[in-house]
């Protein structure tokens, strides 16, 4: 299935339906009064976090979503009928944005969460409601009021408590595989994962966490270089991250400079990202001997200014990945603790995931902005020179069959 990680989609909730105007006509009760029952409320669009779904694709091709209208009121009393909400699942990890405002209206984390994105329209009130002493017969009604519509921008961002970093090739599709049931592709020759992937660690009967793998980044990302940075969004929701640096590459380049190029595409799409809690891993190692690793790793601390925790890790083999995932467990845990005692830590990190996002989203949108400007200008450049040099007159057209 292909993965999809944004949607536009537009809802409509239903409109209430309009108040009676009626009296009451039996035999023998001539002056019956009036009996004019109240509409129906209109429905409400909703959606729902719903942990079997993983993308946004559903969503891509139907984009219009439209609520029950509520019935109008009847004679009698009688109250129409209310109009059925619409609910729409969402994967777990969705933020759902106003496309007119930009206003962040929720964030679906948890199986079964529900935010209303449109309300439906309140009912409209029968002639019943406005009978009174000085007014015995009154013919006043109120019509339902219209559902609310809205334009929303679906943005799913996987929910993960670790976050893999790093070039294509890094191996951090090889150590998923060795640290988690996951299963995405790898192989002997050089090649980049094309879509997040997640996989459980369980470190203890009762003790795991979620890891995710996202598509490699290449120098020049931020400018829309390679898959670009459509994909580093992902990581702002992971508590830790991993940068993998690969010190033994294919093709022989410096492992210092490709550990800091990682860094510097970091930055630019998102200083507050970028000062997040890393843990630099290094990978490959039984690739070379202990003296040169001994070297590239003393190069790669140096080049990085580096003061957090490294480890060596051998991803194929699994060499050291135990420690790494308990480490990682412990790391976790600790931080989850600090959430569930101090109220302003939780606070604290809910404003640092928010200020993320908000910082990822002004760079994706800079970017598009950026390409489809450059699109433009060479479309323009291509119509100026079919202007000066083809006349359409001449051109003739062959079919053949």
Known sequence: MKFVDEAVIEVHAGKGGNGCVSFRREKYIPLGGPDGGDGGDGGSVV???SASLNTMVDYRFTRKFRAQNGESGRGRNCTGKAGDD??????????????????ILGDIQAAGDRLVVAQGGFHGIGNTRYKSSINRAPRQF?????GES?????????????????LPNAGKSTLIRAVSAAKPKVADYPFTTLVPNLGVVKVDAHRSFVVADIPGLIEGASDGAGLG??????????RVLLHLVDVAPFDESDPAQQALSIVRELERFSPTLAARPRWLVLNKIDLIDEETLKQRRQAIVEALDWEGPVYEV????????????????TAIEFLNQQEAEDEEVKLREQDVQMQMQSEARERIESLRLERQAARLGQLSDVEDEDDDSIDDTDVEVEYRS
């Open 47 to 49: 959606l729902e976090g």
């Open 86 to 103: 619409i609910v729409l699942p969402v994967p777990l990890g969705t933020t759902i944005i106003d496309e007119e405002t930009d206003e």
């Open 142 to 146: 109120s019509e339902g009021t219209v």
């Open 150 to 166: 809205r334009n929303l921008k679906l943005e799913l961002k996987v929910l993960a408590d670790v976050g893999l970093l790093g």
């Open 229 to 238: 940075i459509r994909f580093l969004k992902h990581l702002t929701r992971n």
């Open 314 to 329: 051998a991803a194929i083999s699994g060499r050291e990945t135990v420690r790494l995932s308990g480490d990682l467990m």
